[in-house]
């Protein structure tokens, strides 16, 4: 039952109230119903006594940052939409804290402009600090995972709060113990940096080769830094308000990890279908990774796909993101999704899953 105080006590625990809100201006997607009540969190204090008060409301609850991985059904949330807001970031010769709240990439900006290194391969990625292990965020061949020196938690369960070491989070890609749960929110995050401001070791070919240089180089971060932006930019991966390629949660299905046995029938009905082309593959835990972007082209999505008129497009510059024209609804937004899904399943028998976290809706 919704208590009609809620609203005063959330703003008495030091949070910025507003009514009724849509979320479509908080997704990156800019699709999503609207809210009843939106708690702006500015400091941890605030955001571990708001939580904690819906928590014993048993307010249902959405904790949300930049809203860049996530997908909200077009009738909202019922409930408290909790803003990750707190903003704070120190630096040091060896490491990084920034509040949970802090804008990712301008975290990343701070380190490289301070000379320190590790951090710039995930230049440009969307979104708040306090999301980044949530999903494990990547790119460019580094995870985040291997950046992190501990994360403070609040425990939901028991409204503890706590530094916890990475390992408890169980990251792997793009997933974690915190990801499609509700048991702990992300108050702040140190990462481990290098002091003398070389990159992590490039381990991705594209990447080595737009900086001319061999995998494993090192290089100054904020050369890393800027080749890194470029090529995400020419994929429409850096957020822009006028360029509706930007208008996504990223990329929209995760690479798929295909086990052993499964793969030699993949490989074959890829080869019926193809003939003999080289198949993007890597290999992971739990398998071999393919391509989704490979694979959905392959499966006859190209770029732009459906048509210029369409609400819900891919992307102009990249398959694998699922973009708003303008006026798509998530309704708009999942068809695709399904389409997409369906049809890779259908050409190669390989499911894709998808990477954004749904509220109140599914694929
Ligand atoms: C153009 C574009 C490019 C992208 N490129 C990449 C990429 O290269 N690599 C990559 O990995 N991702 C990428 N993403 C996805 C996205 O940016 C990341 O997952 C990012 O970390 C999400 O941060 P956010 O603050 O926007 O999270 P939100 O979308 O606000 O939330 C995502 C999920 O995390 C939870 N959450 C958020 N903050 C907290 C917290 N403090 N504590 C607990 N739970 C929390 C939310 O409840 C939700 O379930 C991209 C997205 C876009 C739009």
Known sequence: MWDVTIGRRV??????VSENIDLSGLTTLRVGGPA???????????????????????????ILAGGSNLVVSDSGFDGVVVRVANTTVSLDAD?????????????????????????????????????????????????????????????RRSGEVSWVDPSVLELG????????????????????????????????????????????????STQVREAVLELRTGKGMVLDPYDHDTWSAGSFFTNPVVSDEQLPQVLSVIGDLLGDVPVPQFSAA????????????????????????????????????????????????????????DGVFSAFGVRLEPEPVTVGCTI
């Open 173 to 220: 890609y793009r997933s974690s113990v915190l990801k499609h749960s509700a048991d702990a929110v992300v108050l702040s995050v140190e990462f481990v940096v290098s002091a003398d401001g070389t990159s992590a070791p490039l381990q991705y070919r594209e990447l080595a080769a737009a900086l001319g240089a061999e995998e494993g180089a090192r290089l100054p």
């Open 95 to 155: 490491r990084v804290i920034a509040e949970a709240g802090a804008v990712w990439d301008e975290v990343v900006a701070q380190s490289v402009a301070a000379e320190l290194g590790g951090l710039e391969c995930l230049s440009g990625i969307p979104g708040s600090t306090g999301a980044t292990p949530v999903q494990n965020v990547g790119a460019y061949g580094v995870e985040v995972g291997s950046r992190l020196r501990r994360v403070q938690l609040l425990d």
């Open 11 to 16: 703003v008495d625990s030091g949070a910025f």
């Open 286 to 341: 739990g398998g071999t990774k393919l391509s989704a972007g490979w694979l959905i082209e392959r499966a006859g999505f190209s770029k732009g796909y459906p048509a210029e008129s369409a609400p819900a497009r891919l992307s102009t510059r990249h398959t694998l993101a699922l973009t708003n024209r303008g006026s798509a609804t998530t309704a708009d937004v999942l068809s695709l999704a399904r389409e997409v899904r």
């Open 36 to 62: 009843r009540l939106l708690a702006e969190c500015p400091s941890t204090e605030s955001l571990v006594e708001v939580v904690r008060l819906l928590d014993r409301e048993r307010i249902p609850t959405l």
